[in-house]
């Protein structure tokens, strides 16, 4: 629910009131990748999402670490721009932020296609890994924003098909569903008072 992620309760479990958070037992950790990782080593999961191979799981890692500010920030940032500014202060997105963010944006998945993929199947190689599922899924954001950037980019398109299928594409679906309905998300969608903390967060940038 909307505000639950406030109570105190909840900052029992992640001091950073963020989600995610996970709680095993009297166990908490805040951090999706750190969540990711944790919950890969504690079920023994099959070896390619997290390779026991050091320099394997060293692709995964590199790629981890890279990500943050890069494919995030930036996708991060054009989805901000152009779906939820608009929305939180009722004005249409400026053409110019927009333009700089989607070339922000289009700086960093040249290095992805060159660093990261180069002319494999997968980031860490010929199987799926953690890396291409966290890189797909914050690549859907920008998708959600009504910007295709598969869309001339065969090569991450090809990729894109990759994950799915590896995945399963239904589950891929159900998973991004709310993300690619954002393109018709309202303001009176979302609970007032999490409505004036974004727009708090987003205006200050």
């Known amino acids: 629910s909307s505000g639950q992620n406030r109570t ?10 963020k989600v995610p958070a996970l709680k095993d037992g009297s166990f908490t950790l805040a951090e999706s990748i750190a969540i990711l990782l944790y919950l890969a080593r504690k079920f023994k999961t099959p070896d390619h999402w ?15 670490s890279w990500q943050h500010v890069n494919i995030r920030g930036k996708g991060g940032k054009l989805f901000l721009t152009k779906v939820l500014l608009p929305l939180l202060t009722g004005q249409p997105f400026p053409p110019e932020k927009l333009e700089s963010a989607t070339e922000e944006l289009n700086v960093v998945l040249n290095q992805f296609e060159e660093k990261f993929l180069q002319d494999k199947p997968f980031i860490a190689g010929s199987e799926i890994s ?23 980019r065969p090569k ?18 159900e998973a991004h569903e709310g993300i690619l309905n954002a393109k018709n998300l309202t303001a009176d969608k979302i609970a007032p008072e999490l409505l004036e903390r974004l727009k708090h967060q987003l205006l200050k940038q």
């Open 8 to 17: 105190e309760e909840f900052r029992k479990v992640n001091i950073l009131m």
């Open 50 to 64: 997290y390779p026991s191979d050091l320099q394997k799981r060293a692709r995964v890692d590199e790629y981890l």
């Open 130 to 152: 953690l890396a291409d599922l966290v890189a797909l899924v914050e690549l859907m954001q920008p998708l959600g924003a009504g910007y295709d950037l598969f869309e001339e």
């Open 156 to 173: 991450l398109a090809e990729w894109r098909r990759r994950v799915e299928e590896a995945v399963g594409k239904q589950l891929f679906q």
